[in-house]
């Protein structure tokens, strides 16, 4: 779990990485990584903020194609070797369809 964990965090600080490349001198790179503790001082959430380029509405879908397909993968493994499944939305709380993007 701990090596899913950090692999999905850099996948994430990467892509601000990148987002930022191009940002001007006067704009500068910024990224913000934030933890969000639960009340047994584990990580509940990640919020990694950047100021670089956003993306579009066909390369944000893609994106969360993409994840979500590897995301059925591993519950799919998961459930096969025995395990709970993850929940797809980083907000416990949240019915949303991440592929809904309207």
């Given at each position: 779990?701990k090596r899913h ?11 601000s990485i990148s ?82 993007l309207n």
């Amino acid at each position: 779990e701990k090596r899913h964990f950090r692999l999905q965090s850099q996948k994430k600080i990467d892509n601000s990485i990148s987002a930022t490349r191009d940002n001007s001198k006067k704009d500068g790179r910024h990224i913000d990584v934030y933890f969000l503790f639960n009340e047994s001082h584990k990580i509940q959430h990640i919020c990694i903020l950047d100021n670089g380029v956003g993306m579009d509405k066909t390369g944000l879908k893609s994106y969360a194609t993409y994840n979500y397909s590897q995301h059925s993968r591993e519950q799919d493994a998961a459930a096969r070797d025995g395990q709970p499944s993850i929940p797809v939305s980083l907000d416990e709380e949240s019915d949303a369809d991440p592929l809904a993007l309207n």
